[in-house]
């Protein structure tokens, strides 16, 4: 069976030899041997790890497909596919399939501040610092009550203040709470 380590090591490899393509193919390849998949690596998660390599290699429509059938697939653990599938789009160019998946993850009132904060910092990263604000904004809000590790919520306050800086707006109660974490950490 496929543990961690094993796709921990595919993707060393690609890191070190920039031979991106070739670890996608890769894992595209073990995702289609069910016979080596179990409960710590599924067909899903080695198509997410396809699609990354895929984008890394600047394969945006072969990402995106990864992507694609990851979802079928009903996702994997981890980060719901959906979101890399979001940033794929942006990549690619493909601005309305980016928008209603956007929509899509709205609507889907998640309490996964990772969530909020991979679809905010692919909206940072396009250079749509409005749309970065709002939704690292509302990933702290649906999140706050959350059980999840208080040190997430905090990375959504300082991703927030961080465009809301690009932006020019003034310091807020929100922008403080994540200058009091950067300070409490070191920076």
Same mark, same amino acid.
């Given at each position: 069976?496929?543990?961690?380590?094993?796709?921990?090591?595919?993707?060393?490899?690609?890191?070190?030899?920039?031979r991106?393509?070739?670890?996608?193919?890769?894992?595209?390849? =073990?995702?289609?041997q069910?016979?080596?998949? #179990?409960?710590?690596?599924?067909? !899903? *998660? &080695? /198509?997410? %790890?396809?699609?990354?390599?895929?984008?890394?290699a600047?394969e945006w429509?072969?990402?995106?497909?990864?992507?694609?059938?990851?979802?079928?697939?009903?996702g994997?653990?981890?980060?719901?596919?959906?979101?890399? =599938?979001?940033?794929?789009?942006?990549r690619? #160019?493909?601005?309305?399939?980016? !928008? *209603? &998946? /956007?929509r %899509?993850?709205?609507a889907?009132?998640?309490?996964?501040?990772?969530?909020?904060?991979?679809v905010?910092?692919?909206?940072?990263?396009?250079g749509?610092l409005?749309?970065a604000?709002?939704?690292?904004?509302?990933?702290?809000?649906?999140?706050?009550n959350?059980?999840?590790?208080?040190?997430?919520?905090?990375? &959504? /306050?300082?991703?927030?203040?961080?465009?809301?800086?690009?932006?020019?707006?003034?310091?807020?109660?929100?922008?403080e709470?994540?200058?009091?974490?950067?300070?409490?950490?070191?920076?």
């Amino acid at each position: 069976m496929l543990s961690h380590d094993d796709v921990d090591e595919i993707m060393t490899r690609a890191a070190r030899d920039g031979r991106h393509g070739a670890a996608a193919a890769r894992f595209e390849e =073990l995702a289609g041997q069910p016979e080596r998949h #179990g409960e710590e690596v599924n067909r !899903a *998660a &080695l /198509l997410v %790890e396809a699609g990354s390599q895929h984008g890394l290699a600047g394969e945006w429509d072969a990402a995106i497909r990864c992507y694609q059938e990851a979802i079928a697939d009903g996702g994997c653990q981890g980060i719901d596919p959906r979101v890399w =599938l979001h940033d794929a789009f942006l990549r690619a #160019g493909r601005q309305d399939d980016a !928008a *209603a &998946l /956007l929509r %899509e993850l709205k609507a889907s009132r998640s309490k996964d501040p990772d969530l909020y904060s991979a679809v905010a910092e692919s909206l940072e990263a396009g250079g749509m610092l409005a749309d970065a604000h709002t939704w690292f904004t509302m990933g702290y809000h649906r999140c706050e009550n959350a059980d999840v590790p208080e040190f997430m919520i905090d990375l &959504l /306050l300082v991703g927030r203040r961080r465009v809301r800086v690009e932006l020019g707006h003034p310091m807020d109660d929100l922008d403080e709470l994540a200058d009091d974490y950067l300070a409490a950490v070191g920076e």
